[in-house]
Nanobody
Framework: QVQLVESGGGLVQAGGSLRLSCAAS????????MGWYRQAPGKQRELVAR???????NYADSVKGRFTISRDNAKNTVYLQMNSLKPEDTAVYYC????????????WGQGTQVTVSS
């Protein structure tokens, strides 16, 4: 069984920064794509940023230049550094990973709340 455990969410003022972490544990042979999604109240879940096993990244237009995704393959961990936060970044942030065990499976974390006050 594989688990994704997120940490680092919280309350911050507009213009501030937060760093999210997501660690994968369990019977893992490897991890392909890892990413962060978010879901605000009344809205659909959306992709924030994604990173391949080779380090290639892509970002939602709304966070380009403010957020940075990175990963530590040795620790099976993905990070999201969020700078210049805006109230519209308020959402529950979910970690996502395509994990190789006996096959490739898609896993989600439990979510961590990020609240940006104006």
């Amino acid at each position: 069984q594989v688990q994704l455990v997120e940490s680092g969410g919280g309350l911050v003022q507009a213009g501030g920064s937060l760093r999210l972490s997501c660690a994968a544990s369990g019977s893992i042979f490897g991890i392909n794509h890892m990413g962060w999604y978010r879901q605000a109240p009344g809205k659909q879940r959306e992709l924030v940023a994604r990173i391949t096993s080779g380090g290639n990244t892509n970002y939602a237009d709304s966070v380009k230049g403010r957020f940075t995704i990175s990963r530590d393959n040795a620790k099976n961990t993905v990070y999201l550094q969020m700078n210049s936060l805006k109230p519209e970044d308020t959402a529950v942030y979910y970690c996502n990973a395509f994990v190789v065990t006996s096959a490739v499976y898609n896993y989600w974390g439990q979510g961590t709340q990020v609240t940006v006050s104006s």
